[in-house]
């Protein structure tokens, strides 16, 4: 059963601001209240991929050897609708 999420009230959210955020960049999720209801919750986004460089995918990737062939090229074509 999951953890139940942290819960902040306004003013503390306000105070706390950034110690919040680095916990939802750790996964947590955070509940904030006003008079002892809920009315919002801080979630992380999700992580965007990283790449350094270029190469960065080498070795995932699988190219067949007719990836650019006219019949490779009309299949595509014809899955977008422009043939």
Do not use: Y
Not at 28 to 47: D, F, M, Q, Y
């Amino acid at each position: 059963m999951p953890e139940a999420a942290a819960q902040f009230n306004i003013h503390d959210a306000k105070t706390n601001l950034s110690r919040i955020i680095d916990r939802v960049e750790h996964g947590e999720e955070i509940i904030i209240s006003r008079a002892g209801t809920p009315v919002a919750k801080v979630i992380p986004l999700n992580p965007r991929v990283h790449r350094v460089n270029r190469g960065s995918l080498a070795g995932q990737l699988v190219v067949t050897d007719d990836w650019d062939s006219p019949e490779v090229n009309d299949s595509i074509a014809r899955d977008f609708g422009l043939a």
